[in-house]
């Protein structure tokens, strides 16, 4: 047994890729996709067809460039995460705009869009998870959302006060970003960290705590990995998602693996609860939360951007 094979036994592996190909070699259970993976898995010849029905569509759709862009870009979203769903059993989460990530009712309206345009190639909702950043609208549109039966991926999480409000507004899911948060550390303080002592990990491990000692359902998912040992330190969280290249590394280490995370074996503090106010104070008061939760959206809407540039070159072709 290898160590892929040993977190399969405690965890629920998610495939961080958009690469349709590597979902199909390591068969993950889920996959999840944003802007920055499917601009790489955009770049490949084999998924020209995906490409170029979302370019018709927008043609057909959009009275306007600005219409057509929008359009062929949350086809090809859809594209990508219906191709997606053919290689795996569970489900594919597909981001919002992350433009959108301090207006509730547009992120409101564009998971409503996208949903629907995965249920006109016959795909229920219940195969996908909307993704949207853990700001408070973030947050609030999810609790909307959730209460319409469109579940959610609450990602760019960073901090326990994001996970709290995560749970109030019974999101389906939060990521919370291992590998930024360590990031973060490593720049901030310039100490090298151990898989035990790893920011990211401690973080991870304290959500998942706390979430079960209170009988929370939100699902915990590890996201964004720098290293296997990472991975290997949050062995029994409820899932993690994971890049192709650690896959692969994981893959081919044979080396034992141990349980570290389990329901039954949790301490964490009683329940909070948190009002928009104290959410911006605390997440206020945590510089790497909101530093990395900033960078992030501005990464992904960046990514978007260039994306949508792409788009737009080929309707103009």
Request: overall charge negative; some cysteine; aromatic content about 6%.
């Amino acid at each position: 047994m290898n160590q892929l094979d040993g977190i399969k036994q405690f965890t629920t592996v998610v495939a961080d890729s958009g690469d349709i190909e590597s979902i199909r070699h390591y068969q993950p259970e889920d996959a999840t996709t944003n802007p920055s993976l499917l601009l790489k898995a955009a770049g490949l010849s084999h998924f020209s067809h995906l490409i170029d029905d979302a370019i018709a569509y927008g043609k057909q759709r959009g009275k306007t460039q600005e219409q057509q862009v929008a359009e062929a870009s949350d086809k090809l979203a859809v594209n990508f995460g219906a191709e997606i769903l053919k290689s795996i059993p569970g489900r594919v989460s597909t981001e919002v705009d992350a433009r959108l990530s301090f207006d509730k009712e547009k992120s409101i309206n564009k998971a409503r869009r996208l949903v629907e345009l995965y249920q006109e190639q016959g795909i229920d909702k219940s195969r996908i998870l909307i993704k949207l950043a853990s700001t408070w609208e973030g947050i609030k549109a999810a609790e909307v959302l959730q209460s319409e039966g469109i579940d959610c991926n609450l990602t760019l999480l960073f901090s326990q006060a994001q996970a709290i409000a995560c749970a109030e507004a019974k999101a389906f899911l939060i990521s919370p970003f291992v590998g930024r948060i360590l990031d973060w550390y490593k720049k901030s303080t310039g100490e090298n960290y151990t898989s035990e002592t790893d920011p990211g990990v401690v973080s991870v491990r304290s959500i998942y705590n706390y979430y079960k000692v209170n009988g929370i359902k939100t699902i915990v998912m590890g996201a964004s990995f720098r290293n296997a040992g990472e991975i290997e330190a949050l062995a029994g969280c409820d899932r993690l998602t994971i890049s192709p290249a650690l896959l692969d590394e994981l893959d081919k280490d044979t080396g034992t693996l141990t349980q570290v995370l389990s329901a039954d074996k949790v301490t964490a503090d009683p329940l909070v609860t948190l009002d928009e106010k104290a959410f911006r104070w605390a997440l206020n008061e945590d510089a790497m939360a909101t530093e990395k939760l900033a960078e992030g959206i501005r990464a992904f809407a960046k990514d978007l951007g260039t994306l949508r540039g792409q788009v737009a070159k080929a309707l103009s072709a």
